[in-house]
């Protein structure tokens, strides 16, 4: 098998895994026990808590969560007053804020471009005084690009509003602009265990509880953590900050082989502004269903995997401009740290040969 699908998760590193062995198989106590096992575990967890924080350059604090998806509910329902957001946003947002409307909190949606990229004016316009929160992706899941956080978070202080920015394809990968206010990321995005992600949250700022039951976890989030999860999340972490320029050059030279070989296809979103790990691609009359049966043994993706129960077409595709019959002719395509050149070029070879293989049957 081929994996190809980096965005949905990506592999556990092997270092992740030995940081996670011990706690899974002899050290059982719980961290928020007072006795000396309790306290042994406590350690492990901070010091994982403190390679995770160390994206963020100092100050603030790091709470763990079950994953990026509570993070960002944290986020949003434990803030106040008008939100406002991108069409492109994952559902963990979208989907967040529509409760918000339903409980009588105003959202604004904000369009994007046919790039993928959301109009500063635009924001501007929107993003005035009595704005609550701000909440915009650093790089979308679905076609990579890279939204300019940085302004935006610049916005929202110049209304008197937070700035949530969702990190979590791009942390570890891309520079988390200083201005942001909170921080969802997850571990197995950076080749850490599905299960656990963290909210960063800047000193000074505070959020209603999200969950009630004991508060044991950093800001009162309630719950027993698992040292197993938090180990190997900070092993991830630093492992994701030791190899960067390493893991850098080699998405480099996989995005460089496989754009190459795809004359013909259309690439979706930002050309420049964007994580080249994630390539987003369509081709007029593709079948994408029979494109993926005919490749059972390559592992790529039609839509994000949140959605792919869904029946609909990328709603990130339609916010950039797709019919829904464009939109179900793109595939994604994603590769990382353990992608190998010559198994992208065999999958990049095989992709191309079948969808040629449907034009010459049609």
Known sequence: MTYLDYQATTPLAPEA???????????????HSPHAPGRKAKAAVEVARA?????????????????????????IQGTSGPIVT???????????VAAMVAQGRSVTVLPV???????????RAA?????????????????????????LAELAHAAGALFLCDAVQ???????????????????????????????????????PLLYGGGQEALGRSGTLSPALCAGFGAAARLMFEMRDTDAATVEALWRSATERL?????????????????????????????????????FSAGS???????????????????????????????GRYTRVSELVDAIGRIVAAADGQRIAA
Request: glycine share 12%; net charge neutral.
């Open 86 to 96: 991108l069409a492109t946003e994952h559902a963990a947002v979208l989907d967040t």
């Open 305 to 335: 995997a949140c959605a792919s129960g869904s029946g609909r077409s990328s709603h990130v595709l339609r916010a950039i401009g797709l019919s829904d019959g464009a939109a179900r002719t793109s595939i994604r395509i994603g590769f």
């Open 17 to 31: 895994l030995e940081a996670m062995l011990p706690w899974l198989r002899d050290q059982h106590a719980n961290p």
């Open 263 to 299: 004359s013909g296809w259309h690439l979706n979103g930002a050309l420049d502004r964007r994580y080249h790990g994630n390539l987003n691609i369509r081709r007029d009359g593709l079948d994408v269903a029979r494109l993926m049966s005919d490749l059972r043994d390559v592992a």
């Open 127 to 151: 993003i005035v005084p009595g704005t609550g929160l701000v909440a915009a992706m650093l790089v979308n899941n679905e076609i990579g690009v890279i939204q300019p956080i940085a302004a």
């Open 51 to 75: 390679a995770v924080a160390a994206a963020f350059g100092g100050g603030g604090q790091v709470a763990f969560t079950s994953g990026a998806t509570e993070a960002l509910n944290w986020a």
């Open 170 to 208: 791009g942390y570890g990968r891309v520079s988390i602009p200083s201005p942001c206010d909170l921080v969802a990321v997850s571990a197995h995005k950076i080749y850490g265990p599905k299960g656990i992600g963290a909210l960063w949250v800047r000193d000074g700022v505070r959020l209603a």
């Open 113 to 123: 471009g046919a790039d993928g990229l959301v109009d500063l004016e635009a924001a």
